[in-house]
């Protein structure tokens, strides 16, 4: 195998993460009602054990090498952690499971993803599932803050939009590991279609652009044909207008844009919050627990960003944001020498989609984009959201070649 590069001293980082984790846990520890300090110490003993778990597992037992994706993915989730537990120390285990879980797709996906015949023979199903789970949310959702893609299931909230994206990503990849014609790619505009369709009828508009945006770029990886890419963008943005006059009522979501400063007490009141107390952080923040901004609506989940500028400093809030950089940039790198084109397209693909998701989460906060109310990736609370964030890193940490093994030798 060519080599692709040195990889980081996973000792070094992991105690650097870690330190990172007990410094946080601590802070929060000495803050906490009474009531509350032992959901604190479940959570954080049981991340930590988590982590070192897996990676000693990894290491030892799978012979494998480079951690990259993985340190990044539980230095982001550390983050989102910690503000849950100070924000709201009832709900942290409640997170912590959703991260567990998470972690254990991410598993099971990079199982599933070490045998391309089966991605191939499952790429019809996982058609079907998706189509299937928004249409049972279209049909059984409740509106919740605007939009109808929230199912409750015993007490439970799921979001199935997060887990779809990841459906999204391999059946658009499976699909078109062997374009030999247009028929493939008719098959996945079709799919991505009634996806972008079904979300749009849930008024989900922030998720169906982040659809869009990565079926563009799917097809684009596969075709190369702008003259498609372009087609198909005129012909969104055509639907697009069309539902802004037709449907007014829409419209009115992004009057707030650009404009949030004469909106200080009303639609724009998250916006002028974010830019105001994020700005008070500086470079090293105002300390856990000790913000403002953690105050407003949707601190923990839309508005995260400002809250780990404020908290965190600029110096964390810029080390997340190349976070997504760095998967993208990894995944370009590795996806030249990928076994097959469907690992470099999922890898490229699910890297992409983060980037743009937390594009979309930061400049919206900071009024530089509409506001689209996602979240910004493993970060946001969230179970949906961060269980489908960490089954996309499977898609990433399976285009090196070095994950796996192949009769007996690593590639």
């Not at 890297?351 to 919206?364: E, K």
């Amino acid at each position: 195998m060519k080599k692709t590069g040195k990889y980081v001293n996973l000792a070094f980082a992991l105690l650097v993460i870690t330190v990172f984790q007990l410094t946080c846990a601590l802070t929060l520890l000495s803050q906490a009602e009474a009531e509350y300090r032992m959901n604190i110490a479940i959570t954080f003993g049981i991340y930590i054990l988590a982590e070192y778990i897996y990676f000693i597992g990894a290491r030892l037992i799978l012979k494998r090498k480079g951690f990259e994706v993985e340190l990044i993915a539980f230095l982001l989730t550390s983050v989102g952690l910690s503000i849950t537990a100070s924000v709201y120390p009832s709900l942290c285990i409640k997170q912590l499971i959703a991260v567990l879980i998470g972690v254990a797709g991410f598993i099971v996906l990079q199982w599933i993803l070490r045998d391309l015949k089966l991605c191939m023979a499952l790429r019809i199903p996982a058609a079907i599932a998706a189509i299937g789970l928004l249409a049972l949310t279209l049909l059984l959702a409740k509106v919740t803050n605007g939009a109808k893609n929230w199912l409750y299931i015993g007490g439970i909230s799921i979001q199935p939009s997060e887990i779809v994206k990841v459906i999204f990503i391999f059946v658009g990849a499976a699909t078109l590991e062997k374009l030999q014609s247009n028929k493939s790619l008719t098959k996945f505009i079709i799919f991505s279609l009634a996806c972008v369709g079904c979300l749009f009828l849930m008024y989900d508009f922030g998720t169906a652009l982040i659809f869009f945006f990565t079926f563009l770029l799917i097809a684009f990886m596969r075709s190369g044909d702008f003259r498609t890419i372009l087609l198909l963008s005129a012909g969104a943005l055509m639907g697009a207008i069309l539902i802004l006059t037709f449907k007014p009522y829409v419209a009115k979501r992004f009057t707030a844009y650009r404009h949030v400063w004469e909106y200080f007490d009303t639609t724009g009141y998250q916006q002028t919050r974010v830019m105001i107390y994020s700005a008070s952080g500086g470079l090293f923040g105002v300390g856990l627990g000790n913000g403002k901004l953690r105050d407003v609506f949707a601190a923990t989940e839309d508005l995260i960003f400002g809250v780990v500028s404020e908290e965190f400093g600029w110096i964390v809030a810029a080390i997340i944001l190349l976070s997504y950089v760095a998967l993208l940039v990894y995944s370009i790198h590795h996806s030249r020498y990928a076994r097959s084109s469907f690992y470099a397209i999922a890898a490229c693909a699910s890297a992409a989609l983060m980037l743009f998701q937390a594009s979309l989460n930061v400049f919206g906060v900071n009024d530089l984009l509409p506001l689209t109310g996602v979240t910004l990736p493993f970060v946001s609370r969230g179970g949906s959201s961060v269980i489908g964030c960490w089954m996309l890193l499977a898609f990433i940490k399976a285009v090196d070649r070095s994950t796996y093994r192949y009769g007996g030798v690593r590639q």
